[in-house]
């Protein structure tokens, strides 16, 4: 069975940085773009950043931009979010998930394109 496991969510201070991992145990996603999503208590989850599956182009959230940088490692089949300058807003349970479509030469923000996903990583900003 495929799993996605996140890590590097904790308690952070404002203004403060993070970098969350994600891989997947049990197959490779190199041909697939992945992405974070994160999802706050009482809203709805939202696209955060993404990179496509040979690392070309990549996409963030107006919310995010210039904060925020995903990248990828291939030969580890993970890839990071580095957080930077968080804010209280930041504060989530960020989820990593793989495209359903592989080899797609853009970065979807659209939640149901996304087939596989990982149990999250809380992130808490405090101020």
């Known amino acids: 069975q495929v799993h996605l496991v996140e890590s590097g969510g904790s308690l952070v201070q404002a203004g403060g940085s993070l970098r969350l991992s994600c891989a997947p145990s049990?197959?490779?996603?190199?041909?697939?773009?992945m992405a974070w999503f994160r999802q706050a208590p009482g809203k709805e989850r939202e696209f955060v950043s993404g990179i496509t599956w040979n690392g070309h182009w990549t996409a963030n959230s107006d919310s995010v931009k210039g904060r925020f940088t995903i990248s990828r490692d291939n030969a580890k089949s993970t890839i990071y979010l580095q957080m930077s300058s968080l804010k209280s807003e930041d504060t989530a349970i960020y989820y990593c998930a793989v495209d359903g479509q592989a080899m797609r030469e853009a970065v979807s923000t659209t939640h149901s394109l996304y087939t596989i996903w990982g149990q999250g990583t809380q992130v808490t900003v405090s101020l």
């Open positions: 049990g197959r490779s996603f190199k041909y697939y773009a």
